[in-house]
C-alpha cells in the first residue's frame, strides 16, 4: 500500500439487523463517493484492512453497507469506530474549480496584499463554512472559508481577504 493515497468517506458506527450489516456514517459530501464502491479500507490507526462491498444502501442520513464474508453482528462490532477509506483515485471527479478538502492540505495562504499567513493544516466543518486551520510556527489561525478569494490548485496557493483581526 505504500505510495497510495487514502480518502475518509465514512465511519463504521454499529451493526445493524443480524446477518452482519454496518450502520456507517457519511464524511462526503458527494454521496457517490461510497455507493458506487466496491471495496473500502477500513482503517483505526495505521491498521488497514481491505473489505468488499456486498451492497450499500444510503439511507439519507447514514449508509447501510453490507461487506462480503461478514455475516455476523460481533463480526461488524470488530470494526465498530474504523473508518471507511476508498483510494483517492477512486472518488468522483469534481467539475473544474471544485476542490476536495484534502487536496488543500499543505497549501500556502496569502493576504490579498501578499502576507504569508501559514500553511492549510486542517479544516473544522461547522455547517455551511468550512474554517480552515492556518499554521504558523506555533500559531494557529481560523478562517472561515468565506474571505478565500482565490485558489490556485498548480502553485498551491490560496489567497484570502482579511478584516481586522482576522490574521
Known amino acids: 500500500m505504500r505510495g497510495l493515497s ?6 463504521v458506527l454499529e451493526p445493524f439487523g443480524l446477518k452482519g450489516e454496518a450502520k456507517c ?17 477500513a ?5 488497514r484492512i481491505l473489505l468488499e462491498v456486498e451492497y450499500c444502501i444510503y439511507k439519507g442520513d447514514h449508509f ?4 462480503k464474508g461478514i455475516d ?3 463480526a461488524v462490532k470488530f470494526f465498530k469506530g ?9 472518488l468522483v471527479p469534481l467539475p473544474e474549480g471544485e476542490f476536495y478538502r484534502f487536496e488543500l492540505i499543505g497549501f500556502e495562504v496569502y493576504t490579498l496584499d501578499g502576507a504569508f499567513v501559514g500553511i492549510v493544516d ?16 506555533n500559531y494557529e489561525r481560523l478562517i472561515p472559508s468565506v474571505f478565500v478569494e482565490t485558489i ?3 502553485k498551491g496557493r490560496i489567497v484570502i481577504r482579511t478584516i481586522e483581526g482576522l490574521v
Not at 34 to 40: L, N
Not at 123 to 132: A, E, L, S, T, Y
Open 25 to 41: 456514517s457519511i464524511e462526503t459530501d458527494i454521496i457517490e463517493n461510497v455507493t458506487k464502491q466496491k471495496f473500502f479500507y
Open 152 to 154: 490556485d490548485k498548480p
Open 82 to 90: 474504523w473508518f471507511l477509506e476508498v483510494e483517492v483515485e477512486n
Open 72 to 74: 455476523t453482528r460481533e
Open 6 to 11: 487514502f480518502a475518509i468517506v465514512s465511519k
Open 64 to 67: 447501510i453497507i453490507k461487506f
Open 122 to 137: 486542517d479544516f473544522i466543518d461547522v455547517g455551511p463554512h468550512d474554517i480552515f486551520v492556518i499554521k504558523e510556527g
Open 43 to 47: 482503517r483505526r490507526g495505521e491498521r
